[in-house]
């Protein structure tokens, strides 16, 4: 196989690792840029896997599993809602206690409802997002250069990276050039002049705080039902972290959201084909080695170039009415 | 009629199982991924099951949920008198020596793993030997001549499954490729089904028609991923033919639970023995699977082959390299 079709390749796994670290990054750009810090990303993340493997599972649809894992996720997003806005908790004890919840709880039902060590059944295929195959990809593969960037990059995904890519457009649109996005970016800088103008500061960051919710949601059942074909414990293995550190490492903005978690997924998908390989005059390279080099480049990139990463001002802070 | 053989029935077990049960009473300690990982804990439950079946004794189990609870489940239940105490896995090994010296008068067993004490058993398996003789049918089986093998955590036991197969890969096709990867370095990587999967894409997208795993829980997403692929796997442990049927071309049997059940059964007719228990090929301590799901994927001249490799192996004819005899692999270093 030739360099150039390895590395198509390389980039169409780097898409699919990266899928639930854009949603889950997406949904934590939402709900911080009103004001409201969530590091409960990768509980809801996995307690949308786990509904939606469970449902799925049950029901034999993908799409019911889907609406569970939104349901879910929307669930806990209220919860921290409720914690964080109404009861103007501290929102990192919040988000903590989240992903707790989640990794506790998610066991424990599946546990003792499927009897499967906490695992759910395998899905049959239509409980699955499946790949698609875009029209003519067959025949156009042999097309130099276009054909296999037409073939392995753009057709064969499941349909939930297509509405990822989509959704960072939406995102950006909505942020930038809605009402809605103003209002949310204001809430998230100065809630207090939001208040002002008479428009509920409570009200904004809840709808928010859902819309990272669904978000999550999206995570989850992309992990679970479309990435493999069944729920297993702790699968969300910290990517809601990780997608917290691309949603800071992108500054809060839509658009480095994406390459953040693009490249975020590149280094995952380049550990994977590195290991055993052999690289000239330097030998194969230990997998230890390998494996530890997305972090490395993550703080190496993290401290060297990026700058300054400025959070939203009020961010953290419950917002309480002047009396 | 059925009556009587009840009564008759009830009264043997009234007579017979009281009597045995205050002597054996049985534990087990699964490793993480637990009990139901369709893979290797389940074998050692799927042992102890049928141990209980046989005799009717009664065994306790606790499913580890992380490593410091190792030693805790096994000092419980020493505690409680139970005797023999089985451990799973090798990350059980410094628990086990640990808690062996303060109870001296109960039994253990360790799977996987050598704990030199002198009421531990010590039960280790020839992997090497079964990864051959899987190596063998997946090098026949493929026609790309390229095959993969995802390993769970990088340590000697799963570099041990790698050599072996490699060995048996290269002995039918010398000119084959085999390619290997590690799900990660540490015990996460047995239950990472998403990374699994992403890794048999990459074997896939390299030529590989034929993937074996080692890697308990992460294997589910090896055969997911081969299926989806239209490749085939080769399951571990367990007999996992069933989990994709027709995708799975074979599963190299390790006979923990033939392990487990001998080991309940010698501590109940006071034929247990301490120190090394060495199972390969020849003791039926590993083996092939073939039954319903892969017979048709199993030609008869894989058949023969295998049958061919078996028995040079049990006579001694092949030896197969021991990766964790000197930590080299011959196969793929040479």
């Known amino acids: ?323 | 009629m059925i009556k009587t053989f009840l009564a008759t029935a009830a009264l043997g077990a009234l007579l017979t199982v009281p009597a045995v049960a205050q002597d054996t009473n049985p534990a087990v300690v699964y490793d993480l991924g637990g009990r139901f990982d369709e893979s290797f804990n389940q074998a050692a439950y799927t042992g102890a099951e049928a141990f209980m079946a046989e005799t009717g004794v009664e065994y306790a189990d606790f499913e580890i949920q992380n490593d410091s609870q190792r030693e805790q489940a096994l000092r419980n239940f020493a505690r409680r008198g139970h005797d023999p105490i089985i451990a799973i896995g090798f990350s059980h090994g410094s628990a086990v020596e640990t808690v062996s010296q303060e109870f001296p008068d109960t039994r253990f067993a360790i799977v996987d793993m050598v704990v030199d004490q002198p009421n531990v058993r010590s039960i280790v398996f020839k992997d090497h030997e079964g990864s051959y003789l899987v190596g063998v049918l997946a090098a026949l089986a493929s026609e790309s001549d390229t095959v993969g093998f995802v390993g769970g955590m990088d340590i000697p036991l799963i570099r041990r499954f790698a050599c072996g197969y490699a060995e048996g890969v290269l002995s039918v096709n010398p000119e084959a490729d085999v390619l290997s990867a590690m799900t990660g370095t540490t015990g996460a990587a047995w239950n990472d089904p998403v990374r699994g999967g992403e890794i048999t894409q990459s074997h896939v997208s390299a030529g590989a028609d034929v993937v074996f795993h080692a890697a308990g829980g992460t294997g589910i997403g090896v055969l997911q991923a081969a299926a989806d692929a239209g490749i085939l796997g080769i399951g571990v442990d367990s007999n996992q033919n069933g989990l994709q049927p027709g995708s799975v071309l074979t599963s190299m049997l390790k006979r923990v639970d033939v392990a487990v059940q001998d080991a309940f059964t010698d501590a109940m007719n006071d034929e247990w023995t301490n120190g090394f228990e060495v199972l390969g090929l020849a003791e039926g301590g590993v083996d092939w699977a073939l039954d319903d799901n892969n017979r048709g994927l199993i030609t008869p001249e894989m058949e023969a082959a295998v049958a061919a490799a078996r028995e040079a192996i049990i006579a001694g004819e092949v030896v197969v390299h021991d990766y964790m005899a000197d930590n080299t692999c011959p196969a793929t270093d040479g």
């Not at chain 1, 990794?103 to 699955?128: D, K, V």
Request: glycine share 12%; net charge neutral.
């Open chain 1, 1 to 323: 196989m030739g360099t150039f079709e390895s590395f198509i390749l390389l980039l169409d796994s780097t898409v699919r690792l990266s899928m639930p670290l854009l949603f889950a990054a997406l949904a934590g750009l939402y709900s911080e840029r009103s004001g409201v810090f969530d590091i409960g990303l990768e509980g809801k993340m996995l307690a949308a896997a786990f509904a939606a493997a469970a449902i799925g599972a049950l029901a034999g649809n993908v799409w019911l599993g889907l609406l569970a894992g939104i349901a879910v996720s929307v669930g806990l997003a209220l919860v921290h809602g409720f914690a964080c806005i109404t009861a103007r908790g501290n929102q990192i004890v919040s988000g903590v206690a989240i992903n707790f919840l989640a990794a506790g709880l998610t066991a424990l039902i599946g546990h003792a409802y499927f009897s499967q060590g906490g695992r759910t059944p395998r899905l049959e295929n239509e409980a699955r997002f499946l790949p698609i195959e875009w029209p003519g990809a067959e025949q156009l593969a042999d097309v130099p250069f276009l054909g296999p960037i037409y073939e392995e990059l753009i057709s064969g995904h499941n349909l939930l990276v297509y509405l990822g890519f989509v959704m960072v457009a939406v995102t950006w649109f909505v942020i930038f050039r809605t009402r809605f996005g103003l209002r949310l970016r204001a809430v998230g800088e100065n809630p207090a002049a939001v208040d002002t103008a008479g428009i509920s500061v409570t009200l904004m960051r809840y709808q928010a705080v859902i819309i990272c919710g669904v978000l999550c949601g999206l995570a989850g059942a992309y992990l679970s039902t479309a990435q493999s074909a069944s729920f297993v414990p702790n699968m969300s293995a910290g990517k809601g972290f990780i997608a917290l550190a691309a949603l800071i490492f992108a500054k809060w903005k839509p658009v480095p959201v994406l390459y953040a978690c693009l490249l975020f997924g590149f280094l995952d998908a380049l550990g994977i084909r590195l290991q055993g390989y052999e690289f000239p005059g330097i030998g194969e390279v230990p997998v230890q080695l390998i494996q530890a080099l997305p972090y490395i480049l993550t703080v190496v990139l993290l401290a060297g170039f990026i700058g300054k990463a400025e959070p939203p001002k009020a961010g953290g802070v419950p917002y309480v009415k002047e009396r």
